[in-house]
Structure formats: structure tokens, C-alpha cells
């Protein structure tokens, strides 16, 4: 079955600076990648996905790309601000059924 | 408030009691997933309906758990002769099965075993 793997467990920047988020997954049928944000005690909220036919999507701060041969994704926060504080996960989902998550990573973002 | 919801937010159980959790997903989505959450971890999936009809069951969900969703609507998950192991949060999250795949999650239900 489908392993994703996730990296750093944890990412401590600067306000203002940027954070990379880098996820790998092993199965070649997986087509849907997103990624959720959760804050301590809450639910996780999807930020950004991107599909196996598109390599890489922005919404202002926030960009994922996505390397099909490699098999990896990678989220990319600019301009992090304090409020970016949580816990990230990415996720994989091989045909139309279940997620697959990552470990997460606690990302700290100091004023 | 429009998302998935759940209930109870919380529960407290000693044992060996048997608990059930509710959830209540967005109103026109037809899948509809539980996923348990330990501390430090990403969510695991359990389970997922399309409509009323039970999909797919993880190696995770022993004989011990049970879901259902009688009328394709909201859905229960029963934890039976609950075990200390069995602490964590659970999480319901619904889809629609033609959009983009996009999985919505409710608040949770935060289960202690004591």
C-alpha cells in the first residue's frame, strides 16, 4: 500500500522568512496531494493540493510542487508569519479512496 | 455552521464500557470517512462510506469497531469492550465522490480510556 514520508518533524524560521515541507510517497497510482494545516485541539484544514497532472500551484503564501518521477511534493510558505504556527501534513491518495498521511511537521514562527 | 460535524467533542471511559461517536457530514456529500488520530501522529484511515454502503475497512478497525450509516446521512462509530490503546481522536471527514477529491474534516471526538 501507499507510505508517505515526511520532512522535518519540525521547522523553526523567522517572521518573514520562508519554510519547505518536503513529502515522498511510493505509489505510482497515487493522483490527488494534498495538504492540511491543524492547530493544537484542531481539526485539520486543507490549505493547497495539487493533482498528478499539474507540477506546481501557488495561492498567494502558500505553493506545492509536485515531482511524479521522483515521487515527491513539496509545500512552500513565503513570507511566514506567526499565525503559520502548526502542525502540517501532507497526504497521498492512490486511486479515489482513503488518505494517506505524512508524520507532520511542527513549524514555529518566530516574531 | 455548514461543515462536518461531530459528537461528542469529547468522552471520558473507563474500561471495557462500549462508546459511540456521531458524525454529521456536509449535507450533499455522498463519501464519508473515519480516520483515528494519536498524539504526534497524521491521521490513520479506519473506514469510509459511499452512500450507506461500507467501502473499505482497515486492518486498524478490529472486531471491536463497528460504523455504520443507515440512511447515507450521518454515520456512528462504535468502540466496544473499549481498551487503554483505543485512546485518541477520532475524525470524521466527508467528500463529494465527482469533485475534486477534497476531504473535509469535522472537530474530532477525543476518546480517554482509563
Known amino acids: 500500500g501507499e507510505n508517505v514520508e515526511q520532512h522535518p518533524s519540525t521547522l523553526s524560521v523567522q517572521e518573514g522568512d520562508s519554510a519547505v515541507i518536503k513529502c515522498t510517497y511510493s505509489?505510482?497510482?497515487?493522483?490527488?496531494f494534498p495538504w492540511y494545516k491543524q492547530e493544537l485541539g484542531k481539526r485539520p484544514q486543507l490549505i493547497i493540493d495539487?493533482?498528478?497532472?499539474?507540477g506546481e500551484k501557488k495561492d498567494q503564501r502558500i505553493a506545492v510542487t509536485l515531482n511524479k518521477t521522483a515521487k515527491h511534493f513539496s509545500l512552500h510558505i513565503t513570507e511566514t508569519q506567526p499565525e503559520d504556527s502548526a502542525v502540517y501534513f501532507c497526504?497521498?491518495?492512490?486511486?479515489?479512496?482513503?488518505?494517506?498521511f505524512g508524520t507532520g511537521t511542527r513549524l514555529l514562527v518566530s516574531p | 455552521d455548514t461543515g462536518v460535524s461531530q459528537d461528542p467533542r469529547h468522552k471520558i471511559t473507563k474500561r471495557g464500557q462500549n462508546v459511540t461517536f456521531r458524525c454529521d457530514p456536509i449535507?450533499?456529500?455522498?463519501?464519508l470517512y473515519w480516520y483515528r488520530q494519536t498524539l504526534g501522529q497524521g491521521p490513520e484511515f479506519l473506514t469510509y462510506?459511499?452512500?450507506?454502503?461500507?467501502?473499505?475497512k482497515s486492518r486498524l478497525l478490529s472486531d471491536r469497531f463497528s460504523a455504520e450509516r443507515p440512511k447515507g446521512s450521518f454515520s456512528t462509530l462504535e468502540i466496544q469492550r473499549t481498551e487503554q490503546g483505543d485512546s485518541a481522536m477520532y475524525l470524521c471527514?466527508?467528500?463529494?465522490?465527482?469533485?475534486?477529491?477534497?476531504?473535509?474534516f469535522g472537530p474530532g471526538t477525543r476518546l480517554t480510556v482509563l
Open positions: 471527514a466527508s467528500s463529494l465522490v465527482l469533485a475534486d477529491n477534497e476531504q473535509f
Open positions: 505509489d505510482s497510482a497515487s493522483n490527488y
Open positions: 495539487i493533482r498528478s497532472n499539474v
Open positions: 497526504a497521498a491518495l492512490p486511486g479515489f479512496q482513503k488518505l494517506v
Open positions: 449535507s450533499e456529500h455522498n463519501r
Open positions: 462510506f459511499q452512500n450507506e454502503a461500507q467501502l473499505e
